[in-house]
Structures are given as structure tokens and as C-alpha cells.
Nanobody
Framework: QVQLYESGGGLVQAGESLRLSCGASGGTFSTFIMGWFRQGPGKEREFVATIGKSGDTAYYQESVRGRFTISRDNAKSTVYLQMNSLKPEDTAVYYC???????????????WGQGAQVTVSS
């Protein structure tokens, strides 16, 4: 059974940075496509970024492109989301997901973490 663990969330002011981490156990990490998603209050879960198995390809939601960077370390079974120039509208619970399809569709991800709260104050 694959388990994912997010960490690194918190409360920051607009313009500041945070780095989220998502560690995996119970599977072969390098075989998974990894993605980050977020869910704001009263909103559906939305795609943020995804990264290929080797880390050489990545795709971002337009609103975060240029501010967020997804990366992975297969030796550590960890995927990261570096978030810079944070805005109040980035406030959400952030989830990492693992799957086998390079997609922004959350229904195609098989395993999910418990989520990490990110709050950006203005």
C-alpha cells in the first residue's frame, strides 16, 4: 500500500515563499507520475502542477506558472513544490497525488496524501 505524507505548510504573508514536501512509502516511487493539487474553502480540488517519472518534464496551472516549481528526488522518494511570490488566492489545502498518467485530471491519480494547509495573508 502506497502512503504519501505532505509537510511544509503554514501561514505566510503575501510575497513570501514556502516549500511543500511529499514523501512516499510502500511503492516504487520512480514509477509514479506525481502531482500537486489544492482545494480552497468551498471549492473543488484543482490542479497545480505535475512532474514526470524522471523529473525531466513538468506542467503547471497557468496561475502558478513562473511562481511555483515542482521537482522530485527519486532517491529520497520525495516530490517538492517550491512556492514563491505567494498570493492570498493561493490559500488552500495542498495535496500530493501519485498516479500513472501525466495529466491534470485529479481522478487519474491513485494515491493521495492527507493534505497540508497553506494560508497566505494580505
Amino acid at each position: 500500500q502506497v502512503q504519501l505524507y505532505e509537510s511544509g505548510g503554514g501561514l505566510v504573508q503575501a510575497g513570501e515563499s514556502l516549500r511543500l514536501s511529499c514523501g512516499a512509502s510502500g511503492g516504487t516511487f520512480s514509477t509514479f507520475i506525481m502531482g500537486w493539487f489544492r482545494q480552497g474553502p468551498g471549492k473543488e480540488r484543482e490542479f497545480v502542477a505535475t512532474i514526470g517519472k524522471s523529473g525531466d518534464t513538468a506542467y503547471y496551472q497557468e496561475s502558478v506558472r513562473g511562481r511555483f516549481t515542482i521537482s522530485r528526488d527519486n532517491a529520497k522518494s520525495t516530490v517538492y513544490l517550491q512556492m514563491n511570490s505567494l498570493k492570498p488566492e493561493d490559500t488552500a489545502v495542498y495535496y500530493c497525488g501519485a498516479g500513472f498518467t501525466y495529466t491534470e485530471n485529479p481522478s487519474r491519480y491513485v494515491y493521495w496524501g492527507q493534505g497540508a494547509q497553506v494560508t497566505v495573508s494580505s
